[in-house]
């Protein structure tokens, strides 16, 4: 920590200091000598983008101690969940107003990796896509504002990249509004509509991106996304088929799918047996196993269909049990293989 002295009041001076970074918040305090009843607005820069943005404000003992003011003012700042890449950034604190970089060397961060709720746009990726959107015929009579909409941009960005989602949204709904329908910020806007739990609007929004660009993969993403979380299996794997498509390189996709399908096959198995259709959970068990045949979780639910349970507890009997089981998936299977040749042969 550093030392703290009261500093001289000057007109323009600030006083302050960018302590450290715990967990995924920044911490330090920033005093603006001759004005100080003002709580300073303090950024937080990595890569020349601002990832974290909020008031120096709270109160600090060893501050008031040391003759600043009310002690009132130390920052405690989210980051943005985009520095969790794996990578080392290098964070610097600055004053919004002035520019003026607080004290301290700048801060290393990572490498740390964390996986975001949903998938969303890179800030940098959405950024060169708003540039591209600009100079599409549908939009070049904006290309001139180019400027304004990047910072716009940017500030629903990192408001919804530092958690402040409802602000991003109403952000997001405002650039729309200048834009009209556009694939981006109905993307950016369905995201920010999933991480406030809202699926059935968010499906609504990754529609109308959809529908102003089917190449987007993702919009097609974001639908799969929002169909999984409103329980539309089903549809939401054929969305995300069509993502794999546009984007087969992109490996996250394919990670993405087999999580949707092992996650959402006990619901779908669940479903179809609360309508008393057995037979069919049967069927999409079978299916599965065909396209999966590593899936445990798609054997034990089979298996369980198909072998009536044993309230035997003599010794071997679990065993006994258990090889029952997988002899008659191994049938069920078998015979579905049959099936299916015998209707290809004819």
């Avoid at 604190?93 to 746009?121: C, H, K, M, N, W």
């Avoid at 794999?244 to 479903?271: C, F, N, S």
């Amino acid at each position: 920590m550093n030392s703290l002295s009261a500093p001289a009041a000057s007109s323009t001076e600030v006083n302050g200091h960018f302590d450290y970074i715990l967990d995924d918040r920044a911490f330090g305090w920033a005093f603006a000598p001759a004005q100080p009843q003002k709580r300073l607005t303090i950024e937080i820069i990595a890569n020349g983008e601002v990832v974290a943005q909020g008031l120096a404000q709270q109160f600090r003992e060893d501050l008031q101690t040391a003759g600043i003011g009310d002690g009132c003012y130390m920052f405690d700042l989210q980051l943005s969940h985009e520095l969790f890449d794996g990578q080392v950034h290098s964070l610097t604190a600055r004053v919004a107003d002035t520019g003026g970089i607080l004290g301290g060397e700048p801060v290393a961060f990572g490498p740390e990796r964390r996986e975001p709720s949903y998938p969303q746009i890179p800030r940098a990726l959405g950024l060169g896509m708003l540039t591209e959107l600009m100079n599409q015929a549908n939009y070049s009579r904006f290309a001139g504002n180019l400027r304004n909409f990047a910072q716009a941009y940017r500030l629903a960005s990192r408001l919804q990249e530092t958690g402040e989602v409802a602000e991003a949204q109403t952000a997001w709904a405002t650039i729309n509004g200048a834009l009209g329908e556009n694939p981006l910020s109905y993307c950016k806007l369905g995201e920010c509509l999933m991480l406030q739990g809202n699926a059935g609007e968010a499906l609504d929004a990754f529609r109308v991106a959809a529908g102003c660009d089917l190449r987007l993969h993702w919009a097609h993403l974001g639908m799969a996304n929002s169909l999984f979380a409103l329980g539309q299996f089903e549809q939401a794997e054929e969305a995300l088929q069509v993502a794999i498509a546009l984007q087969p390189q992109d490996t996250a996709l394919a990670k993405r799918l087999k999580y949707m399908q092992d996650h959402g096959l006990p619901q779908r198995v669940d479903l179809l047996l609360g309508q008393q259709q057995r037979e069919a959970a049967i069927a999409l068990l079978k299916s599965f196993l065909l396209k999966r045949p590593d899936s445990t979780q798609a054997c034990a639910l089979l298996g369980d269909l198909l072998c009536e349970p044993s309230d035997n507890t003599l010794p071997g009997m679990t065993q006994l049990h258990e090889l029952r089981k997988a002899q008659c998936i191994l049938e069920a299977l078998l015979d579905d293989v049959e099936t299916r040749l015998d209707e290809a042969i004819e």
